[in-house]
Structure formats: structure tokens, C-alpha cells
């Protein structure tokens, strides 16, 4: 089934601050990073078995994607990886934010907001003005997260307007 899309159109919104003693980290081409990232994207956006090739389809393959300057993690004070999300420009000028995932241990302390407001700050800061982002249906926090931000609902058809009535409602 296809995604739910959501667009944010170049408006203002607030920078979030992440925790105190979390920190932002770029992605540096570590083996062990990869390994990171795979753990983190594993508690809520890929099959449990996924390995590097997924890394590879998802981040390396993408055409657009900058892994050292577009994938970033927040570390936790203890050094170990909380939160990933992956922003970067597609030909043509969109902005997209792309796996954006948080640990499940990490999550309810403003890391998802903090991380999304800081790939909006970088994209806009490129010149971007309007970024997109894909989500399902059933990952209701993050789109509540989302709406709050200012992203609003793409609906390109009667089954989107449908599925995020739905998901609106749910919301409410």
C-alpha cells in the first residue's frame, strides 16, 4: 500500500532543543554506524532481520542522499545511538525527510521533535523550501508530531482523502 505524503511549505516553525546531554552526530562511514543505524530502524521501521543491504537500498541508493552530510543520529549521554533521521534534497529542489526513527527506550523525551526541527533548520538553511516526508498510516505520534510542526496531509486522490480522514480522526 502507498504511503500517507505530508509537505511542509517553507513556514516558520520552532527549533526544539534536544535533552540535556544528548547531542547530534553525523553519519562518518563507520561500519559501526551502519550497524546503528540498523538497530535503531529495526524498533519501528524495518523487519527485524534487515541487514547493510537495507542500508544500502534505503540511505546509499537513493538518489540525492549524502549520507556525511544528510543522515545524522542524537546520542544519548551514555554515547549510544537514540534517535536517526535522514533529510536531504531531491532533483529539482524538494526537501524530503526520509527514515526517521527513534528507539523505543529514548522515545516521549522531544528527541523525534528536536531531530525533525533540526533537518527542517538544515533544508531550509540549504535554500529548501518545500519538503515532503512519507509516513503509514498507524504511526500516529510521529504524524500528530508532524501536523504540530506545520506538515500538512497531501490527498491526491479519494483513497488518500479517505485514509488520512481516518487517521485524522484517530488523531482527534
Known sequence: MEQL???FRGKSFDLCELPEGYSFDYFSGALGQIDEWLAICREGLIEPG????????????????DPVK??????APSGEAAATITFYTEPGGKGMLHMVCCREKYR?????????????????GRGTMQIGLTTDDFRLPAIRAYLRMGFEPVVNSEEMQERWKNVLDKLR
Open 108 to 124: 516521549g523525551l522531544g528527541i523525534g521533535n528536536a531531530i525533525v526541527s533540526y533537518a527542517l533548520a538544515q533544508l531550509t
Open 5 to 7: 505524503s505530508m509537505i
Open 50 to 65: 534487515a541487514g547493510p543491504e537495507l542500508f544500502k537500498a534505503a540511505i546509499l541508493d537513493v538518489r540525492g542522499i
Open 70 to 75: 544528510d543522515l545524522v543520529f542524537v546520542r
